[in-house]
């Protein structure tokens, strides 16, 4: 998880460790250069406070803790406007300042899931994909959607992946699983009831299946083989739409598309050409 959304996260906080990641957040380019004694004054706390806020949040000590702080700082000050991901425009907005809001938002969001992706486990992920016979997608509402364009791609590349919760279908899908096969699952929450059971049973009967969500603390991934997590300021109810999510999602399912491709790029470019020649120029020609 990114430092400032760390900083943010003050479940786990105590009042002092709240306050002291409050001023770091309202303070961020002056903070970030702050002596361990000067902060500690603006804050009215001590050393060990921020020493141990620091520990608490997986740095060795201060220094560390800076560091990465002075560099979140720096690409925060280089990136786009940050919109709001609920309301990202107003009343009173025009078309043009809401059209740049709206790529404002988009960027920030692609920047924000890059700046979280863990690589190993994105190839992992394509590994388990690519070797599986076939791949269920669990998604419901808008992720539905995204799941459909990463059905839709899978076919370039001879991968023929099934909605499972498509005509109410899940539970005769989710029963014909085997190891040989994968499930995927698509949350922003991860929370969904069904996909829980789905994913106890995949997990009782070693059934490979992948995560894909905003949520950290998500009950299907410990049940999960692989996991992505690309966590925005997104709220779960309280918002003009999804926009923040699905571009996640869009983004996370393109790459992980693009790494199977890469992974047999010749072989598939090669059945491209053929494709391309039977469609356009040969018997499945339909123009």
Same mark, same amino acid.
């Given at each position: 998880m990114l430092i400032l959304d760390q900083l943010k996260q003050t479940a786990d906080f105590t009042a002092t460790e709240t306050r002291i990641a409050d001023y770091l957040l309202q303070h961020l380019d002056t903070a970030k250069a702050m002596y361990l004694k000067d902060l500690a004054t603006a804050t009215y706390t001590s050393h060990s406070a921020i020493i141990?806020?620091?520990?608490?949040?997986?740095?060795?000590?201060?220094?560390?803790f800076q560091q990465t702080l002075t560099t979140a700082a720096v690409a925060q000050a280089r990136t786009v406007t940050e919109v709001d991901a609920n309301f990202p425009f107003a009343a009173e907005d025009d078309p043009q300042a809401i059209a740049?809001?709206?790529?404002?938002?988009?960027?920030?969001t692609v920047q924000r899931s890059f700046d979280q992706l863990d690589t190993a486990t994105l190839t992992a992920m394509a590994q388990t994909?690519?070797?599986a016979?076939?791949?269920?997608?669990?998604?419901q509402g808008d992720s539905q959607l995204r799941a459909r364009s990463f059905q839709n791609k899978l076919i %370039? @590349?001879?991968? *023929? /992946?099934i909605i499972a919760e498509e005509y109410a279908d899940d539970a005769w899908n989710a029963a014909s699983l085997t190891s040989r096969d994968c499930a995927l699952f698509i949350s922003y929450a991860g929370t969904t009831k069904v996909h829980q059971q789905f994913a106890t049973y995949f997990h009782d009967?070693?059934?490979?299946?992948?995560?894909?969500?905003?949520?950290?603390?998500?009950?299907?991934?410990?049940?999960?083989?692989?996991?992505?997590?690309?966590?925005?300021?997104?709220?779960?109810?309280? %918002? @003009?739409?999804? *926009? /923040?999510?699905?571009?996640?999602?869009?983004?996370?399912?393109?790459?992980?598309?693009?790494?199977?491709?890469a992974q047999h790029f010749q072989q598939h470019l090669s059945n491209l050409q053929q494709k391309q020649q039977l469609i356009q120029d040969g018997p499945l020609t339909t123009k």
């Open positions: 141990r806020l620091a520990q608490k949040l997986g740095y060795r000590g201060f220094r560390d740049k809001k709206m790529a404002d938002l988009t960027v920030t994909l690519d070797q016979e076939r791949i269920f997608i669990f998604s %370039k @590349i001879n991968k *023929f /992946a009967q070693q059934i490979p299946s992948l995560v894909i969500t905003g949520n950290a603390n998500a009950p299907l991934i410990p049940l999960s083989s692989q996991h992505l997590i690309s966590l925005q300021s997104e709220n779960g109810f309280a %918002k @003009i739409g999804t *926009f /923040a999510s699905q571009t996640a999602f869009e983004y996370l399912l393109d790459t992980l598309f693009s790494v199977m491709y």
